[in-house]
């Protein structure tokens, strides 16, 4: 499975990161490392851009991170138009910043950077998986 189940729109298919699809599937956010540099990327990158080293290992996202920003979309981009209101957030997991949305079960009053989340898997109806933040 590629990225054309990632997200709720269609991707093309990413070969390369193909094995962060399958890791979704087994309740895991996971990305890579460079073993060279030793540099974490989200999303996972199969090449480094730092040192330019191919060979990376994958590793989970920290359990708890820190919201450190969010917006709220209130007018979805071509193909997320019937999912707005929805929100946007950045968070950072030792140091690891990852981008994502943040759950619709959590309440907006609930949501101010500096609150506690995890990054958790989730599956929509039509069999798409993604990811989103959580409150912990
Ligand atoms: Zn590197």
Redesign the pocket.
Known sequence: MGFENFGTVSFTTEAKTEEFINYLEQGKVMTTR?K??G?AYFPPKMD?P??L?SDVEWFEIADTGQLVTYTIVQYGPSGFEDEAPYTLAIADFDGLRVFGRISKDVDENDINPGIAVKVVPVKSGEGKIAYEFQKV
């Open positions: 460079c060279k540099c540099s480094c730092s040192c080293n």
